[in-house]
């Protein structure tokens, strides 16, 4: 018999929430319902959320794989590197809306849903240190300290808020996504550049159409 991988057992836990439209009732439930002993399931993970942080862990190394792979992807500046990442983020999400769909909203428990988005964040933050976005430099370390934390932080919540956005998004393509994540990043660059208040107005002019005006 053939052992699981991660991989394998991470595709199968997709397939059955999305079958069943509930996540399974136990570990050896769904071992045998995969084929395969418990302690097989063990020797990869050691719980349903473990599984589940992998999965959207897996959307972003599979992101990073396929920009790697692009050489003039390692040309560009940080600002182009973000916008990339993000439209082939939101590619590989688009390929399984439908999982990324019942994580989110099938888990009420917010704070439970960021722990499940733990490893996302981790390897984001790295992502964000390494395509060397330009601050001010505050020469002093507690200060650089602060506004490092302050950068990931951020761009942390700007990929949820572009999620969320995504998510609710019903436009052909998403394409209200796509002018929403120009948008916020070249937003975000000019607020860094200091040189924010146009940009600024064009992104809440945008975010005003999109949710004051259907209400």
């Known amino acids: 018999m053939k052992e699981e991988t991660p991989v394998d ?9 999305l079958e069943r439209g509930d996540r399974p009732k136990s570990i050896y439930s769904f071992a045998q319902d995969l084929g395969i002993k418990e302690s097989e399931f063990y020797d990869q993970f050691g719980s349903f959320e473990a599984v589940e942080k992998a999965i959207f862990k897996a ?7 396929l920009l790697d792979k692009n050489k003039e992807f390692q040309t560009f500046d940080a600002r182009n590197k973000l916008i990339s990442f993000y439209y082939t983020f939101f590619e590989v999400l688009k390929a399984n809306r439908s999982y990324v769909v019942f994580s989110f909203e099938a888990e009420k428990n ?29 020469k002093e370390e ?16 700007q990929l949820l808020f572009t999620i969320k956005f995504w998510l609710e998004d ?8 796509d002018i929403f994540i120009e948008k916020s990043i070249t937003t975000s660059f000019a607020v860094l550049d200091n040189s924010a208040i146009k940009s600024v107005l064009d992104l809440g002019k ?7 005006m259907k209400n």
């Open 9 to 17: 057992i991470e595709g199968a836990y997709m397939k059955y929430v």
């Open 59 to 65: 959307f972003f190394d599979h992101t990073k794989a």
């Open 110 to 138: 917010k704070l439970k849903l960021l722990s499940t988005l733990s490893e996302l964040k981790k390897a984001f933050g790295k992502f964000i240190r390494e395509i060397g976005i330009e601050t001010i430099d505050f």
């Open 142 to 157: 507690k200060m650089e300290k602060f506004k490092n934390q302050g950068l990931h932080e951020g761009a942390w919540a």
């Open 170 to 177: 019903s436009s052909k393509g998403f394409e209200k996504t």
């Open 206 to 212: 945008f975010l005003f159409k999109e949710k004051v």
